[in-house]
């Protein structure tokens, strides 16, 4: 199953997201979760092959999480998920940080014209420990989701400004924002536009719980990827062209 993640149209592929509380004490060890499907509906959630999973401290230190793999998780059912133990010993916020393994797709593969792109998929929520402290608000990923408000003092009813950066520059990417149990790829209800020149777009909570947004670019980098797995189409060892690099990035937060 995990090898499917990378066969998936990317404009249509399942997302992956990372879950947590966002407000925990200094001191705390809490469970946290990178997961890989789809928020409104358990069927096909896995846990596909993965690059990295881990903490960034307030002070901008990385930290990878040990990992597991369950099989049932209250609220999805049986379902394949990842979490780890977070250790917060520091006061200020926090970033947990998911990250896919790439993978080489191509559209023509099923039928479509041929455009081989390399996918490369990040996640990452903000979690506040305690009062005080460095403010760390970036994954570390090439595409990051900026923002000036931490996301979980947004409320219900607030507008939310967002600048997407491509290696630290302002880009003009597709963004879809979405509550929960809404489909993301088929609602008429989740929010979906081009942010500016400048990076940035803006989005409306129109309800409080659970919401995603993501961001994704394509860029004109031809290069040859070394698979690291096999399937239908190459041999792990084998050397895979693309002609252009495909980046996805997704913030979740919990609105009040």
Known sequence: MALLSLLLAPAAAH?????AEDAVEVGEVKEVYSLFGHASGSAGMY???????YLVSPAGERL????EEGTWLPGFGRIGYLSGMAAFYWPGDYVLASERAAGVYDTGWHGGESNPMLVKDYAKAVISAGEGGDKTWNGGFPLEIEFEVAPYEAKSGDGFNVVATFNGEPVAAEYTAWYWTLDAHSSPEALR?????DGSFSVLFNKAG??????ETTTDEAGEWTATYSNPYYKEGDPVSYEKVWHRSTLTLWVR
Do not use: H, K, N, R
């Open 15 to 19: 997302s992956l997201w990372v879950e």
């Open 47 to 53: 846990v596909p092959l993965m690059e990295a999973f």
């Open 64 to 67: 990878d999480l040990a990992t």
């Open 193 to 197: 536009g081009t942010a500016g020149d």
């Open 210 to 215: 659970p919401w995603m947004i993501e961001i």
